[in-house]
């Protein structure tokens, strides 16, 4: 089981980048949990203390055959379960575009976590860009691959949003992981055109 | 116990008996002490040697020490979570210990209302003392003494029986390694209190119910009546519209008077008459109320998270979508106390139509759930 958790997060280079981020015996928050690879690879190689939320209840039944401890729940109804400061790191992986207010649930991160690890789908990415640019469609792309009409996905927004969102909120970025598919000097070089997901380690300031 | 050539689970209802004196009796919350005590229990599986594979099981309002499996083979009926206890399924017999017993007050063996009275040499009745959920987890701890056990794998019940998983926590923290609270309450509802009232008023404005003493001649309209109103609280508006809608039974018109007409008339009509024949009415009001007094936020004083301050045990908490009676939100008030507290806890509120009968219904989900969770708590305990 643990074997097939490790493939499947290897597909997800974003979660490769938190995990490695992440030190042995932290305490850890998965928003989004999803079926608990995560949680499952850092509990096993890291020893981490974890617990996810997640609002699948197939997902939910995977992780609990994992070991994983998981609250069955709605990220848009907050984290008031979670006392302050009580968890080392709290990690949204490519949900933030799908919540109601991805600035109330920040604000909660800031308050469980004393470091929130939030990985997005960078829509300023040059492709994305193209097909509105060109085309003068929604961007419809690999990692996008919705209509308009029937997108979880209500909230894109480019890296630079995300940077202006955490300034006016004070958050601290300490760092900014920006990744590409081939083009990776790029990403680096100019994340915002040419990284399609990017990680951000934030902090309250 | 083992499976035998016919291939059911052997079942075999047992007895513990405790406090020859009063100083040896339960002393209950209300005050008074019970003295003696009989535990009717069934186990299932073998204890291991290093005593860390025992699973206590509670029943709900109605149910008893029979859990699964069958008496002899010629039993037409199964135990009440036959799906859930054997050899190989969620509470695998091949690998756990598992007890179920029958709650005080109850009418399937353990003490309770129809038991004879030492000091007036009759029956009970009404002279039962009220007993709370507390007093019925105190009576069990005695059992567990009795059978040697030091700390339970797992508590786990649903409804009532979720209530006593959550007392244990309350009263036995150092017992009690994880806990399966299923369809439950950290208190009961008012609205909850205010069916059980109906109930028991019911049963005791039954003409025959003679202040608890009817001898061979029981409140049965009383009961059954007792019995519907719960059973209607058990089921929720979409299980009864895909089980009966509006379909008459056994006539294709009206009858023009108050005679059953409808198909759920009809059921509700049989689970009363099947009920009375099971159950005794005294021990209904006395479990019932047992229920109506459980609130585990008092330890707390009214506040749920410090009530559980010191419940360090791992917990899986489960609700159902449709069930009303013990609705999801009571369950994430539990869960939020726990996590409050910084504890270990996986909740799941199953989507389900079935209301809360659920909990005995949505076997495959509650199995997968449960099953996983004790694989986990076993390997925590063989690694301590």
Same mark, same amino acid.
């Given at each position: ?205 | ?32 002490? *019970? ?68 709650? #005080? ?15 007036? =040499? ?89 202040? =608890? ?31 009966? =809608? ?49 609130? *585990? ?40 106390? #726990? ?20 909990? #005995? ?24």
């Amino acid at each position: 089981m643990l074997k097939k958790a490790k493939k499947n997060l290897a597909k997800r280079q974003d979660l490769m980048i938190i995990a490695d981020i992440i030190p042995p015996e932290s305490k850890v928050l998965d928003l989004g949990c999803g079926n608990g690879d995560l949680i499952h690879v850092l509990k096993e190689n890291k020893n981490i203390y974890a617990c996810g939320v997640e609002i699948s209840q197939d997902k939910i039944l995977e992780c609990v055959n994992k070991g994983v401890s998981v609250i069955h729940g709605d990220l848009n109804n907050g984290l008031s379960e979670f006392l302050d400061d009580s968890f080392d790191f709290v990690v949204l992986s490519q949900t933030i575009q799908a919540v109601q207010r991805p600035d109330k649930l920040l604000d909660d991160m800031m308050r469980v976590g004393k470091t929130s690890l939030v990985s997005f789908m960078n829509i300023g990415f040059w492709r994305a860009r193209a097909q509105l640019f060109f085309r003068g469609k929604m961007p419809v792309t690999t990692t996008l691959p919705h209509c308009w009409y029937n997108t979880p996905n209500i909230h894109l927004a480019t890296i630079k949003d995300f940077k202006k969102l955490c300034s006016e909120k004070q958050i601290k970025i300490t760092k900014e992981i920006p990744f590409g598919e081939n083009l990776n000097f790029a990403a680096q070089l100019f994340p915002n055109l040419f990284a399609p997901t990017c990680v951000f380690c934030i902090e309250k300031a | 116990m083992t499976k035998s050539t016919e291939n059911y689970l052997k079942a075999i209802p047992k007895d513990f008996t405790f406090g020859q004196s009063e100083n040896d009796g339960l002393r209950l919350d209300s005050g008074r002490v *019970l003295y003696p005590v009989n535990i009717r229990y069934e186990t299932y599986g073998t204890l291991n040697k290093e005593k860390s594979n025992a699973v206590l099981i509670f029943h709900a309002l109605t149910g008893d020490a029979h859990i699964a499996g069958k008496y002899s083979p010629s039993d037409k009926k199964v135990g009440w979570w036959d799906e859930m206890v054997g050899s190989g399924k969620p509470f695998d017999t091949d690998k756990y210990f598992i007890v179920c017993s029958n709650v #005080l007050g109850g009418c399937s063996g353990s003490t309770g209302p129809t038991a004879i009275n030492p000091i007036s =040499g009759k029956q009970y009745n009404l002279d039962f003392p009220v007993i709370t959920i507390n007093d019925m987890v105190q009576a069990q701890n005695r059992l567990m003494e009795h059978l040697q056990i030091d700390c339970w794998l797992s508590v786990v019940g649903g409804s009532m029986g979720g209530m006593q998983a959550l007392a244990w926590i309350d009263n036995f923290p150092e017992k009690v390694h994880s806990v399966i609270a299923i369809a439950t309450t950290s208190k009961l509802s008012p609205q909850s209190i205010a069916f059980d009232w109906v109930g028991r008023e019911a049963i005791m404005n039954d003409p025959n119910w003679n202040n =608890g003493d009817y001898g061979d001649n029981p409140p049965e309209q009383g009961l059954a009546i007792a019995r519907m109103v719960g059973h209607i609280t058990y089921l929720s508006d979409l299980s009864m519209e895909s089980k009966f =809608g509006r379909r008459l039974q056994e006539r294709e018109t009206y009858s023009f008077d108050f005679t059953r007409n409808f198909q759920v008339e009809s059921y509700l009509e049989y689970q009363g008459q099947r009920f009375v024949e099971r159950f005794d009415a005294n021990s209904y009001l006395y479990v019932s109320r047992a229920m109506d007094y459980f609130d *585990l936020s008092l330890k707390g004083d009214g506040d749920l998270t410090r009530a559980l301050k010191h419940a360090d045990a791992k917990f899986m908490v489960i609700s159902f979508s449709s069930d009303w009676l013990f609705p999801p939100h009571a369950s994430e008030e539990i869960v939020k106390a #726990l996590r409050n507290n910084n504890r270990e806890v996986t909740y799941c509120n199953i989507e389900s139509a079935y209301g809360h009968d659920a909990f #005995l219904l949505e076997t495959e989900t509650l199995g997968r759930l449960i099953s996983g969770f004790l694989k986990s708590r076993s390997e925590e305990v063989k690694n301590a």
